[in-house]
């Protein structure tokens, strides 16, 4: 096969031999090689494939993600909202970049044609019907089962200051090191139980602790004092919604944890519970990417609702 520079393969194929003029080649010499460096938090040290990954997260435009948490099943069973995830979840794909489930719920509700990365919760927990939810959790996808489920980032519940701190630590551990056998990235869950108070000062420690032990994002929520948990953080913070509130509210939290160095959010109940769930994740994600006010994202979701 020739190249345009003239130089053709010799009669038995394999070996070049010049032939006519040497055309020009364009080495570009002196000009440095290109390195845009690597966008995400923390991870500018990863290989190739944790990053691509990443990238497909955190879109290289804001820099941010907006996350569709719909894993609340796991153990909530029919959330509200939740009833059908199969009616719920696919028509949010498209105003969404990242669809954060359970095998099961993806698997059973979620078209495989759908183009958004997923994120996927690989452990369990105690459910709702027992006191301490953080009471023996373990591993409920392995390392091959999320590959299978072409996932992009693995997600881990951990419960600081709980009785299961230290157990969940292991399985964050566990996670940590098979998604970084096959360039996964992992997500640390940040749980909030109902013996932990919101404080800086608790989130401080465990955004922090979760980092350390290896999670390349955390899932926390946001407090006053923010800042200073995403500056201590290294490794990027996306905040869950939490319970529902109004609209105006819930746009306002993401917009000051934006603005005080959150990522994105990880928000489920917040838009799959909003009077339009669709209005509601395109107003969160034009806080989250461009850069909009709480009140011009609500001005916005006010006027795509369907009344
Ligand atoms: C609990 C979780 C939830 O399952 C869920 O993802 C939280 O989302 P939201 O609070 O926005 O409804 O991560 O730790």
New binding site residues.
């Given amino acids: 096969m020739p190249d345009a520079d003239g130089i053709t393969p010799g009669q038995d194929g394999t070996k070049p031999a010049p032939s006519g003029p040497a055309q020009t080649k364009d080495y570009h010499l002196g000009v440095a090689p290109q390195d845009a460096g690597f966008p995400v938090k923390g991870a500018a040290h990863l290989e190739w494939g944790m990053k691509n990954r990443l990238a497909r997260m955190f879109r290289p435009d804001s820099g941010n993600t907006v996350m569709l948490?719909?894993?609340?099943g796991?153990?909530?069973g029919p959330t509200t909202g939740l009833e059908r995830l199969d009616l719920v979840i696919p028509p949010l794909a498209p105003y969404v970049d990242v669809l954060?489930g359970t095998r099961g719920g993806l698997r059973g509700c979620v078209p495989p044609t759908v183009q958004n990365p997923v994120c996927l919760?690989v452990g369990y927990d105690a459910s709702v019907l027992f006191d301490d939810m953080s009471d023996g959790g373990g591993l409920a996808c392995d390392i091959a089962g999320a590959l299978r489920m072409n996932a992009i980032c693995l997600?881990a519940?951990t419960f600081i200051g709980a009785p299961g701190e230290k157990n969940s630590l292991g399985l964050l551990a566990q996670v940590v090191d098979a998604g970084a056998k096959y360039g996964v990235p992992t997500m640390g869950?940040?749980?909030?139980g109902k013996q932990m108070a919101r404080t800086e000062q608790f989130f401080l420690l465990a955004t922090r602790i979760l980092a350390e032990n290896g999670a390349n994002v955390v899932?926390s929520?946001y407090c006053d004092g923010f800042e200073h948990v995403t500056a201590a953080c290294p490794v990027p913070i996306v905040i869950?919604?939490?319970?529902?509130l109004p609209e105006a509210e819930a746009l306002t939290m993401a917009y000051r944890a934006i603005a005080e160095g959150a990522h994105g959010?990880?928000?489920?109940?917040?838009?799959?519970q909003a009077a339009d769930p669709p209005a509601m994740a395109q107003a969160v994600s034009r806080v989250v990417h461009l850069g909009e006010s709480d009140s011009q994202a609500y001005e916005y979701y006010l006027d795509t609702k369907q009344r």
């Fill in positions: 948490a719909f894993d609340h796991y153990i909530m954060m919760r997600a519940q869950v940040v749980a909030v899932k929520y869950a919604g939490g319970k529902k959010v990880d928000m489920g109940r917040n838009i799959f």
